[in-house]
Every structure is written in structure tokens, then in C-alpha cells.
């Protein structure tokens, strides 16, 4: 309740108290830190920061009170409490909740299908795109539909999906930081299928379009020479290994 009114001291101290209980993790960590559920709420809160963006906050009262307390779950990993409530929210009659906050309850859905397993994934697939229909220009649609796409080929290998989802991101949204990771996925994949032309143009347009960018950074530095590479190879009829 405290974080729900947005007293994010207070918030620490409850979270705080709570920690003792967590339930124990099925999984055990080898190497470096993950931090828990509870450790990122307090991190969060100790932060004075808000897990449910503010787009998503205004609008309807009640609508904002549940996405909150949804984020909550999905911080803490409770996916299927996240899933319930976002779904309330995705229920609402139509007007109630805005076009920003149904959308994000989408994407809550989304994220939470994706960390039930294998088996889930085009449950979040499928949630990713209504998110991004749902608010198109929310500043998460562009992400959304890359991780509609990330999900196309990764998990359930439908290639000319994802390339189509992936240029849908660069053309509905040139300028986000998704377009630059998604146009280097293009890359990417022509690379893993020794599509060597097809390869260089794809990491030519990212440099070209975002020099700035990290992803320009790994085209030009390292996928490029395997590229020229890979070409010189195919015009002697001798295969690179990758």
C-alpha cells in the first residue's frame, strides 16, 4: 500500500520487514549475484522509482492501482498474480482504461508468459503485439513488436516472420533504439545462414542509419570482417567457419 500511494521511504521499510519470508528460490546461483524478487522492490522503491511507467499511471484510478500492484508481482516473479491482474485491466469495457494503460497491461502479460517457459512463449508472443497495437505510440511499442519478432525466430524458428516483424520495427519506428537492434538482427541472421551479400547490406544500413549506436559499434568491429570474409570464401567455393 505504501508503494500503491507512492511513499517509496515507507515502501523500503515494509519491503524491508518482508525479506526474512520470501520463499526460497527453486534454483541455486554458481557465479556472481542475482538479486531476488524482494531485493529489486527494494532497490526500486529505495530509488524513489516507479516499475509502471507514467504513461501507463494516468487514466483511470483504478486501472493505475492495478498495473502497480501487477509490476509488484512481476518484480517479485509471482507471474501468474501478474497475469490476473493485468487481465482485469484488458477486461475493463472499452474507455475505461486508456489506450496506454491497456497496452501496458498487455505487455505485463507478455513479460509474465515469457518467464513461464517454453511453452508459453506464443502466449507472449501474442501479447507483445496487442501491446504494441493496443498503444502504437507508447515509448514500449517499439519494443514490444522487437520481442515479438526476438520470439518468431528464437523460439519457434520462423524466419521469414521474424525478418518481416523485424522491418516492421525499423519502418514504424526509425528513430527508436529498438529499430537499431532490430536492423542489426537482420544482419544477424543473414550472417548465421552465410548470406553473405545480404549480411553486408543489412550491417551497412545500421551503421549508416545508427552510427551511435551500440549495435553500429558491433557491426563495423566484428560481424563485417567475418562478412568479407565469408564472401571471399564463397568466390574461392571454400566455406568459412564461424
Not at 517457459?117 to 498503444?135: C, F, I, M, N, P
Not at 537482420?186 to 549480411?199: D, F, I, N, T, Y
Request: net charge neutral; aromatic share 8%.
Amino acid at each position: 500500500m505504501a508503494y500503491l500511494s507512492e511513499r517509496p521511504a515507507e515502501a523500503v521499510e515494509w519491503f524491508e520487514r518482508a525479506k526474512p519470508f520470501e520463499p526460497e528460490r527453486s534454483f541455486v546461483v554458481v557465479h556472481g549475484e542475482i538479486p531476488t524478487g524482494i531485493e529489486r522492490l527494494i532497490a526500486a522503491a529505495r530509488a524513489g522509482k516507479s516499475l509502471t511507467p507514467e504513461e501507463a499511471r494516468r487514466g483511470d484510478e483504478k486501472a493505475r492501482l492495478i498495473l502497480m500492484l501487477a509490476d509488484v508481482y512481476l518484480e517479485s516473479e509471482v507471474h501468474e498474480k501478474a497475469l490476473e491482474l493485468a487481465t482485469l485491466v484488458i477486461d475493463k469495457p472499452k474507455g475505461t482504461a486508456t489506450p496506454a494503460q491497456r497496452s501496458w497491461a498487455h505487455r505485463q502479460r507478455a513479460v509474465a508468459h515469457a518467464c513461464l517457459g517454453l511453452e508459453a512463449k506464443e502466449d507472449a508472443r501474442r501479447e507483445y503485439v496487442a501491446a504494441q497495437q493496443a498503444g502504437p505510440t507508447t515509448p514500449w511499442a517499439p519494443e514490444c513488436l522487437l520481442m515479438a519478432g526476438t520470439i518468431l525466430h528464437n523460439h519457434q524458428r520462423k524466419r521469414p516472420e521474424a525478418f518481416a516483424v523485424f522491418e516492421e520495427v525499423v519502418r514504424q519506428y526509425p528513430k527508436s533504439e529498438s529499430a537499431a537492434k532490430a536492423a542489426y538482427f537482420v544482419g544477424v541472421l543473414h550472417e548465421w545462414h552465410s548470406e553473405w551479400p545480404q549480411a553486408k547490406a543489412a550491417y551497412q544500413r545500421v551503421i549508416r542509419d545508427y552510427p551511435e549506436s551500440r549495435w553500429a559499434a558491433a557491426a563495423m568491429n566484428y560481424h563485417l570482417k567475418k562478412v568479407e570474409a565469408g564472401l571471399a570464401a564463397s568466390n574461392t567455393g571454400n566455406t568459412p567457419g564461424r
